[in-house]
């Protein structure tokens, strides 16, 4: 490929990325009381068997710290996740989901398959981002 061909690329999937975060804001907030950024952290924490170090949160998300950070302490406070001190680091905590997190995470997958399904059938550019055919899905 060519420096351009590359760049090209780039802005169509900042593009793309740009109309699914835009409907998955209004939709998760609509129908959950989420962000996405909550839902990209609750999906590490349910992918992760039992207890993850706070501070793993924002490098296997594409959050910052402060981010992680604030949006955990919303959980917490939400019930949607507990937190207890690092046994190894008593400057860290860990976090997991609550049994209502998880519950509440449940759904949320589920309307996220929908708003992707849809922006897809609306956005060729989605469509190719994603990798998927041109025909509706």
């Known amino acids: 490929m060519t420096e351009t061909a590359l760049t090209d690329r780039w802005v169509a999937v900042t593009r793309a990325c740009a109309q699914i975060n835009q409907a998955a804001e209004r939709v998760l907030a609509d129908n959950h ?16 068997d039992g207890w993850i170090r706070a501070g793993d949160l924002s490098s296997r998300a594409s959050r910052s710290q402060p981010q ?34 998880r519950e509440l995470f449940s759904q949320s997958v589920a ?22 055919s041109t025909t509706r899905q």
């Open 33 to 48: 009381g989420l962000c996405a950024s909550a839902f990209e952290i609750m999906d590490v924490m349910a992918r992760t």
């Open 68 to 101: 992680v950070s604030r949006l955990l302490a919303q959980m917490v406070s939400a019930g949607y996740a507990e937190r207890r001190p690092c046994s190894n680091d008593r400057r860290g905590f860990d976090v997991q989901l609550t049994t209502a997190g």
């Open 111 to 132: 309307t996220m398959e929908a708003v992707l399904r849809d922006v897809a059938e609306n956005s060729a550019e989605v469509r190719d981002v994603m990798g998927l």
